[in-house]
């Protein structure tokens, strides 16, 4: 049975990489999937799953206007063969309406849909899409990564810039490694003010 899967994680937890290794497994085989990332993370060109390790895929760019039925049906109607599977990466972009998209497909065409994100952002709030998705997902996993500061689980994203730690502003602003820290409870709330100084230089 068809299921509306939610991985999410911290920043630097492999998200990126997971969606590339899903599609190949599939395309090995000779199954077709629909590869989509938001349109607002060009850090890497436009139209590709790219992750930091330098391993790319295309994919179908979504905004906050894309009809996520609409991307399909383009796809059904460029090539009947049958849709595997769709995977979607910075899922967090989602809007709640394309979430409830994606419920659709699952329930009325019978494809899984895997979608790999965010839970919250550096100020600790959900995004639209993470919301929706921790709602309407019929399977929801969290990708386990490494605080940057100590050794425990990394929960939460740190925004630095300048140097600093930062806790208010627009809640997008794209950046890998350049602006954004994985961390734990603990160190977001009293990070290491040396370390990041030592991060901005590496």
Not at 13 to 20: N, P, T
Request: hydrophobic share 40%.
């Amino acid at each position: 049975m068809a299921q509306l899967y939610y991985r999410y994680s911290s920043m630097n937890a492999g998200k990126s990489i997971e969606v590339i290794k899903i599609a190949h497994n599939y395309q090995e085989q000779g199954k077709r999937v629909l590869v989509m990332n938001s349109a607002l993370d060009t850090r890497y060109g436009t139209n590709v799953v790219a992750s930091r390790i330098g391993v790319t895929m295309p994919a179908i760019p979504f905004d906050e206007n894309t009809s996520i039925m609409k991307v399909y049906d383009d796809a059904m109607a460029e090539d009947s063969a049958r849709i595997h599977c769709i995977l979607i990466d910075e899922g967090q972009f989602l809007t709640a309406e394309q979430v409830r998209e994606l419920s659709r497909i699952v329930d009325n065409e019978g494809i899984p849909v895997i979608v790999y994100g965010l839970k919250n952002d550096f100020s600790n709030h959900l995004f639209e899409g993470s919301e929706a998705l921790l709602i309407y997902a019929d399977k929801i996993e969290e990708i386990k990564t490494v605080c940057w500061f100590c050794d425990r689980k990394a929960t939460m994203v740190l925004r630095v810039i300048d140097g600093k730690p930062v806790y208010t502003g627009s809640q997008v602003l794209i950046g890998g490694n350049d602006s954004y820290i994985p961390v734990c409870r603990k160190c977001y709330s009293d990070p290491d003010l040396e370390a990041i100084k030592n991060w901005k230089q590496e």
